[in-house]
């Protein structure tokens, strides 16, 4: 069975940074995309950042030049480096992996960015 378990969340102050991880157990195929998206209260889930095997990369445009998304394909890890923080990024996080035939989805982290 396959589970993606997020970690890195919590709380910081405008301007901070914080790093998240997304690593998947269960693995037996190839993920063609790993991602991270975001969903705040009242509002849909977003895009925040996807990233393929290869490594190309896409980014939400409200977080171009602050995050920075990388992944690990041997670790089945996703990272999300994500450096001066605002208030709007207040949200949960969602891992998310794209495979041929269906994806997956993490249980989400919190971040919160306050003062």
């Known amino acids: 069975q396959v589970q993606l378990v997020e970690s890195g969340g919590g709380l910081v102050q405008p301007g901070g940074s914080l790093r998240l991880s997304c690593a998947a157990s269960g693995i037996k195929f190839v993920i063609i995309t790993m991602g991270w998206y975001r969903q705040a209260p009242g509002k849909q889930r977003e895009l925040v950042a996807t990233?393929?095997?290869?490594?190309?990369?896409n980014y939400g445009d409200s977080v171009k030049g602050r995050f920075t998304i990388s992944r690990d394909n041997a670790k089945n890890t996703v990272y999300l480096q994500m450096n001066s923080l605002k208030p709007d990024d207040t949200a949960v996080y969602f891992c998310?992996?794209?495979?041929?035939?269906?994806?997956?989805w993490g249980q989400g982290t919190q971040v919160t960015v306050s003062s």
């Open positions: 990233i393929s095997r290869g490594g190309s990369t």
């Open positions: 998310n992996f794209v495979r041929v035939v269906g994806q997956y």
